[in-house]
């Protein structure tokens, strides 16, 4: 928790550690996922099972004070990722940002006038991904099939997704499953969540990542430059990223991938990832 609250002024320091104190029945710390904080309004803890408000407006300059420690007194160094609307910090948290986008040639180059900023609590959950495994792993060839994840947004699939790479790579002794070499592009940093190239979250020994690329470019890359067995990335759903499995599955590789959705319904309403299973590429579903 420290290494969220560092990025605090002094007072909103001492009012989050106040909540934190004086609420012991809820284990702030334990189930905390998010701290919203936002120009002139009270900030939110979003816990677990309840949300807890704090009565302490939030001034612009506080919120440009935090924004400089995220990004280490050195903004422009960040504008990528700004424009991209989250920064990755140390621990593997990733800070949401909203406000006035700057558009250039149709891009958004930046973000001014922040107004928002939304502290996401990285935490991972060994064994999250057990149920899942049980169903996906093919014993008799030593691989996995070809999975699709899928749930609505905040249900946990990234959590899964990362605990069944960081077991895939690694091998899992009880069943004799030999660890293969796994690719995972993380295009919004939230699957290894890099900080400074260097993975925060346990993602198994023979995974290599590549961050802040599309993930039709990104799987490309990783087939062509580092030769990985099983291919993972979160929140399929473009045109370009259903190529770019196709060719990971022409060349041999297997894929473990996510979306957003509740039910077949949902996935059907995508025909780009309805291709995908009429053709066979995706072999497994699992709808949280």
Not at 70 to 78: G, K, M, Q, R
Not at 105 to 116: A, E, T, V
Not at 231 to 237: F, L, P, R
Not at 266 to 276: A, F, S
């Amino acid at each position: 928790m420290d290494k969220i609250l560092r990025y605090f002024p002094i007072e909103i320091y001492k009012v989050l550690k106040n909540a934190i104190i004086q609420n012991p029945y809820a284990k702030i710390e334990e189930n905390l996922q998010e701290i919203r904080i936002r120009i002139n309004r009270p900030i939110l803890l979003k816990l677990k099972n309840i949300d807890i408000l704090i009565e302490y407006i939030v001034t612009e300059k506080e919120i440009m004070q935090i924004v400089e420690r995220i990004c280490e007194n050195s903004i422009y160094a960040y504008k990528n990722q700004i424009s991209e609307g989250f920064i990755t910090v140390n621990g593997g948290h990733r800070i949401g940002i909203t406000g006035t986008a700057v558009i250039e040639q149709g891009k958004i180059i930046n973000i001014k006038y922040i107004s928002s900023l939304n502290f996401r609590i990285a935490r991972e959950i060994k064994g999250a991904s057990n149920k899942l495994l049980k169903e996906i792993i093919n014993q008799e060839e030593n691989n996995i099939y070809n999975t699709l994840i899928v749930s609505p947004p905040g249900k946990g699939k990234t959590t899964i997704l990362r605990d069944a790479i960081r077991q895939i790579s690694n091998g899992i002794k009880e069943i004799n499953f030999k660890g293969k070499t796994c690719g995972v592009v993380d295009e919004r940093g939230e699957i290894a969540a890099c900080f400074r190239g260097i993975p925060q979250n346990d993602i198994g020994i023979r995974t290599d990542v590549i961050e802040n690329v599309s993930k039709s470019q990104g799987i490309r890359m990783l087939i062509r430059s580092m030769s990985p067995q099983v291919i993972a990335c979160d929140e399929i759903g473009s045109k370009e990223d259903v190529e770019a499995i196709k060719y990971a599955f022409t060349s041999g590789v297997k894929g473990i991938f996510t979306m957003h959705g509740g039910n077949l319904q949902d996935i059907k309403r995508n025909p780009d990832i309805e291709d995908l299973i009429k053709l066979g590429i995706i072999e497994k579903i699992f709808i949280i």
